[in-house]
């Protein structure tokens, strides 16, 4: 039974010669072939012919713009780093951060297009990228797409982890910079509103920038009101069972406010203090209607009506001194405390039962607190070596009240880590041609959690060296060629080792004695060991006279003890027969690798009678194996066989209009989790496109349209035991999201 439901401007040189595909290197002419390739829009070939006007010879005239300072950011650093800066975080019009990131190469995100999900980098899982907020660990409970893109200053991605920014990052780092302050830079101020399936929805978003003396910085306010809409149909296709489908609808309200600020003070002898706090309040509510149906006998009908009501709080506040001992040496000093506060209830009430559906309920109210003292040292020594060392320490303590809904057996959590770090590295320039990073960092974990009566606990102890290296063939010319050789990890997160007990909502024990596997109970494994990653990473880069840049990258990743959820029918002390449990377990080695062109320039830099559109362009490619799961498809959990993001922008001449777009796309892909399991992630195709006409400097209108062509998003579980065997497999509806959106400087 198939699933049914009822143009921005390039700032350059004042003039710069235009390269052409002749006058490129093969790799760089390959690049461009792939990416202009696909973007034969009409037109775009026709010549545009314009006298030119006499000129005046005024010297060297340079006008530098935020993008190049960004490319100077990426091509200078010896570890492969890419800077993404204001100018493209607000070009296409996003909601949330997580729609800027689903553009940058290599980057997927989880879940049904326009509904959010993890950010994750090389497609890895959960836990493998490691993602910053001002170079701080992300606190406990804290979500990327709480952050809008109003509030961020820059992205910096890094692909393979150094000593600083830490090695918990077995696919690459993605620092979030906030906003910084610019004095002379009025107020920015914009009001949003958007349709999605008839519901409504609005944001606001306020930046204000301090211009006192001797205090800088810059104050962000956003708040929203959003509606939304969720459906779902489920189809459980059972040999041993009656053959199932249920439908789900949920209408849900999510209302919030988010504040943070950038606060710099400068005195004397370089003496600097940065404060940044940051403030998040949202609310949930939603209601829905479930019902389940027996395909056998379709008569047989049960009704649930769902309630849904969450609270989220969080504040932090981060800060940074830094003084400078002499001429040669620097000491910062970075310090950090939370608390955040989470509070869900949702109740299942069946309206009519035959013994599908059950009356339910699922609590969860934790609290997290968090506090972080890092010091790191600076020295620049003569010969050209930059020395940096520093230790750090984080604490993290959860206390989470024991859920009706989980079972008494669970008890109340209370759990803490403690983890401890040191670090030095030296970056240098050999010669013209050869810079080099070498680092080697230290890191302690300690992980206790007493569940009800029982005491669990873990403790994992890490050496990573690495090495970086980069080398121009020609140091007047702008090839480089990067290379790492480095040591990573993962290591199991907290609820990962403690999670209490939590009944399946449908199957709890006290009516269904043993419940199905694609419905299992959860609980977590203190013995788990953490990841090891050896890793290798080898980038060609070409920078574009004029702005733009070309790169290809090829990395490979051998990963020992691979964590992963597997699901086993075991005896427990929970119900008198066997329950089918969820638990993550270390599984065996692992192995990665793939490949990352990207390509982003101005049309008429390759073709110089092209309209000048800027092409933002990316496509990766990636395999992995896990070892001890039988093929085929043993791959990394939720790693697609590749990604590519296609865009474009293109100002109008003789008009304010900038026209605009990208598609984003997923393939579809099986994954074996284990001998009996497998999964499945359906297609995902999201073309986004916008407008923007600009008023005047100040004043502009912006549509854009997320979505704009929908489809249903399809995810699926297996078992196959042999002597029972089962596939639930979930239809997830998505729309269209129309976004008009006033912007002003004030």
Known sequence: MRPYFL?????????????????????????????????????????????????????????????????????????????????????????????????LPGVTVQGAPGRGGAIRMRGLGGGYTQILLDGERMPPGFSVDSLTPEQVERIEILRAPTAETGARAIAGTINIVLREGRKATPDDLKITGSQEHGQGSSMVNWVHHLKTEPLAGTFTLSAMDNHRDDQSLTEIDSDYRDDQ??????????????????????????KTLTLTPFLIYSEYAAQGRIEARRLTSPGITDTALTDNHSRYAAARLNGQWGQRLSADDRLEVRFGSGQARYNQHITQTAVTSTGLLSNALDEQRFTDRNTSLNAKWTRVL????????????????????????????????????ARWAAYTQDEFKINANWSAYTGIRYESILTEGRVGEDLKRNKSQVWTPLLHALWKPDPTKRDQVRMSLTRSYKTPTLYNMVAPLRYSRDYQPDVFPNNVPTQPDRVGNPDL??????????????????????????????????????TRLQTVSWSTQQRWVSSPQNVGDAVTQGVELEAKFRLNQAWAEAWPVDIRSNISFFRSKVKDVPGPDNRLDQQPSMTANLGGDYRLRGMPLTLGGNVNWNPDYDTRRSQEQMSYQGIKRVVDVYG????????????????????????????????????????????RNVQLRLEMKI
Request: proline share 2%; with cysteine; hydrophobic share 35%.
């Open 7 to 103: 143009a921005s401007n390039f700032s350059s040189t004042a003039r710069v010669a235009r390269p052409t595909c002749w006058t490129l290197t093969p790799i760089s002419r390959l690049l461009l072939a792939a990416s202009c390739g696909v973007t034969a829009w009409p037109g775009l070939a026709l010549a545009q012919s314009a006298t030119p006007s006499p000129t005046t010879d005024l010297g060297r005239v340079e006008i530098r713009s935020q993008r190049n300072n960004d490319n100077e950011a990426r091509q200078e650093s010896t570890a492969s780093k890419i800077v993404i800066g204001r100018e493209e975080i607000e070009k296409q019009g996003d909601a949330t951060l997580g729609d800027v990131l689903k553009r």
């Open 245 to 270: 489908v249920r439908m789900s609808e949920t209408s849900g309200r999510r209302q919030g406010v988010h504040a943070n600020a950038r606060l710099q003070w400068k005195g004397e002898q370089g």
């Open 382 to 417: 003569d010969n050209g070596h930059q020395w940096v060392s520093g230790l750090e320490h984080e604490g993290v303590r959860r206390v989470e009240e024991a859920s009706a809904g989980a079972g008494d057996e669970s008890g109340n959590l209370k759990a803490s880590t």
């Open 692 to 735: 923007q006409w600009r008023f005047s400097a100040a004043t502009a209108l912006r549509l854009t349209v997320s979505n704009l062509l929908p489809r249903d998003y399809e995810t699926a579980t297996t078992f196959n035991t042999g002597a029972q065997h089962e596939t639930a497999r979930t239809t997830d509806r998505n729309w």
């Open 529 to 566: 060991k953490a990841e090891l990653a050896t890793g290798i990473d080898l980038g060609f880069e070409r920078h574009l006279e004029g702005g733009g840049v070309l790169s290809a990258n090829v990395f490979r990743r051998n990963i020992s003890d691979l964590i992963r959820y597997q």
